[in-house]
């Protein structure tokens, strides 16, 4: 039996958490494709993308502290380079209220980027710097993973899971998976702990995804139900009324 090494054991599950994470950061595309196609944000945020690309953007920085961190800079890379696209294409197409909106808040997330670059740079040195921008990363992810609450709880009080996909909840999950063993063999527990969290509400996503999968089912059968004994009464009381005007127009010959 072959015995991997430590070494050998993160660069697979950093690879297999690229492949995944590159599939996640891909999700968005039929939805900008659909903004494209009718040339309006439909209503759409650009917020999600916002988070996701400060996030990209601080672990990219992290990993170049981190040094030889070459699967987290090739993901993340990737990650600022497509939530770019997705957001300028959101400001492409979204009304001036929401641009203004977006703008704002895009200047926010580079400003606190470059801050954070800055203070770290002046304030510390060393080990020291990788420690502090670690702890953001962490927390930072932490708060990505927690986003999806309002969706659960919006699926526990709505009893549907149309805003819920399964496959993009299986897939989060197996991304926090690939990535807390790539940390966890890395001994980078900045990049492991958070994803602990992450696999844990991962897994109670596709939970309840199981659980009120079928309720959209019976509620469309309830409506239609109901909507078919609507219909047979008003055509019952039609033909009644059809039948009695048939019996005024034509009465019968005694």
């Given at each position: ?183 966890f063999f890395k001994k980078d527990f900045y990049i492991a702990l958070p994803n602990v969290l992450g696999f844990l509400f991962g897994v109670v996503q596709m939970l309840l995804y199981f659980f009120y ?42």
């Amino acid at each position: 039996m072959v015995r991997l090494s430590v070494h050998e054991l993160s660069f697979i599950f950093g690879l297999l958490g690229n492949i995944v994470s590159f599939i996640v950061f891909l999700a968005p595309v039929p939805t900008f494709y659909k903004i494209y196609k009718r040339k309006s944000s439909e209503g759409f945020q650009a917020v999600p993308y916002l988070v996701a690309l400060f996030s990209a953007g601080l672990l990219l920085y992290y990993a170049y502290l981190k040094k030889n961190a070459y699967l987290i800079v090739s993901i993340n890379g990737f990650g600022c380079v497509i939530e770019l696209a997705y957001i300028s294409l959101f400001l492409f197409y979204a009304p001036r209220k929401s641009q203004i909106f977006t703008g704002w808040l895009m200047l926010l997330v580079t400003g606190s980027l470059g801050m954070m670059m800055l203070f770290s740079y002046l304030f510390a040195k060393g080990s020291e710097r990788v420690m502090i921008v670690g702890w953001i990363c962490a927390v930072i992810n932490v708060a990505v993973f927690a986003a999806p609450l309002s969706i659960m709880r919006q699926v526990i009080r709505t009893k549907s899971v149309e805003f819920m996909p399964f496959t993009l909840s299986l897939f989060l999950t197996l991304s926090a998976t690939m990535w807390f063993f790539y940390g966890f063999f890395k001994k980078d527990f900045y990049i492991a702990l958070p994803n602990v969290l992450g696999f844990l509400f991962g897994v109670v996503q596709m939970l309840l995804y199981f659980f009120y999968k079928g309720s959209d089912k019976l509620d469309l059968e309830e409506t239609a139900k109901t909507k078919g004994v609507e219909v047979c009464i008003k055509i019952e009381g039609d033909s009644d009324k059809a039948l009695h005007s048939m019996e005024k127009a034509f009465p019968e010959s005694k």
